[in-house]
């Protein structure tokens, strides 16, 4: 199993950049719960084919997220989140290869914050790399806190032998918890050597402020397909 490495927590008193990513974009991610096509998916009132196309328009975000990682991960800040056990881009393939029609990659519509948020993953890994930190902490660490919820839900929506649902596994972690801890430990360690921490943590709240226009995007369209 990767394991995230260890790094030197923040002093006490002083918020790391974890804790300060988590207060900025509270809000946010209360209004992500409450809005669009994840609003649908926590109260169960979600479609198969809306959450397809859900799918469909985060997928461009991860494989530019994931390309940018690997890119830079021979970098100190960046090495702990460019991690396979953490790739979601082929998990959610494979999960639209079972359920949404043949030939989805043409047929379903990318609607366009998914085409900016990508844009802005891949301006980030290229003008400043450690704003990848920011969309590391947004999709994966609530990934990793939602996915066995997720499969829970969609599994007792649609059914038990429901199997689309390897976008919320993490086969490779053992232990989710802890992970999760060492996720954080590495943002305050990889904090703590930045010139300007706040740029991360604003970039954090832009992150959320595109999922939630995502999320509303995709729940308008489905409603029409």
Known sequence: MDVIPAGKMSPP???????????????????????GIVAALMTGSVTQSGYSLYLRNLLPAYQAMERAL?????????APFAQPALYRAEAIQADLDAIAPPGWRATL?????????????????????????????????????????????LQRLFGADFRATAFADFPAIADVAAFKDGFRIALDAAGQAMHRPDRVVEEAALAFEMNIQLSGEVAALSTCT
């Open 109 to 153: 519509p990318v609607v366009p914050t998914a085409e900016r948020y990508a844009a802005r993953i891949a301006w980030a890994g290229d003008a400043c790399a450690d704003l990848l930190l920011a969309h590391a902490y947004t999709r994966y660490l609530g990934d990793l806190s939602g996915g066995q919820i997720m499969r829970a839900r």
């Open 70 to 78: 690997f890119r830079h991960r021979d970098r100190a800040a960046i």
């Open 13 to 35: 008193g002083e918020p790391g950049l974890a804790l300060r990513m988590r207060n900025r974009v509270a809000g946010l991610h209360r209004r992500a719960e409450r809005t």
